[in-house]
């Protein structure tokens, strides 16, 4: 017996995500966040929300990342990010949700760096 459909795990984005919805209150956001990124050494992380090239975000999900770029720690630079592209990702818009800026069409190798933290936002 499967606990989900493909089409539930697609909206919910997770069983744990479902069994929230049905059995806990309606008062909060749940969201899944696609990637958290640490770099070691640096105490930087990255928070980013990947989008297909067509995808919209709802509203309840760009709250919470927001308020998530607000964030401060005196340990540990946080930043949060919205990539929207498709796979193999030749070509992506980066928006960084801490002040609202973007970055459009950085390219594949671009990206990469910037994932690995070799590349800064402002130097896409």
């Given at each position: 017996?499967?606990?989900?459909?493909?089409?539930?795990?697609?909206?919910?984005?997770?069983?744990?995500?479902?069994?929230?919805?049905?059995?806990?209150?309606?008062?909060?956001?749940?969201?899944?966040?696609?990637?958290?990124?640490?770099?070691?050494?640096?105490s930087r992380i990255?928070?980013?929300?990947?989008?297909?090239?067509?995808?919209?975000?709802?509203?309840?999900?760009?709250?919470?990342?927001?308020?998530?770029?607000?964030?401060?720690?005196?340990?540990?630079?946080?930043?949060?990010?919205?990539?929207?592209?498709?796979?193999?990702?030749?070509?992506?818009?980066?928006?960084?949700?801490?002040?609202?800026?973007?970055?459009?069409?950085?390219?594949?190798?671009?990206?990469?760096?910037?994932?690995?933290?070799?590349?800064?936002?402002?130097?896409l």
């Amino acid at each position: 017996m499967t606990y989900r459909t493909q089409n539930e795990l697609s909206y919910y984005g997770s069983d744990l995500n479902k069994f929230i919805a049905k059995f806990c209150t309606r008062k909060m956001i749940v969201n899944n966040i696609d990637c958290i990124i640490y770099k070691y050494g640096q105490s930087r992380i990255r928070i980013i929300e990947s989008k297909h090239g067509r995808e919209k975000s709802k509203k309840s999900q760009l709250d919470i990342l927001k308020l998530l770029s607000q964030m401060k720690s005196e340990t540990t630079f946080l930043e949060v990010f919205m990539i929207c592209g498709d796979p193999p990702y030749d070509s992506v818009d980066i928006f960084r949700l801490n002040d609202e800026k973007a970055v459009m069409c950085v390219e594949r190798d671009k990206l990469i760096k910037f994932l690995n933290f070799q590349l800064e936002f402002n130097d896409l």
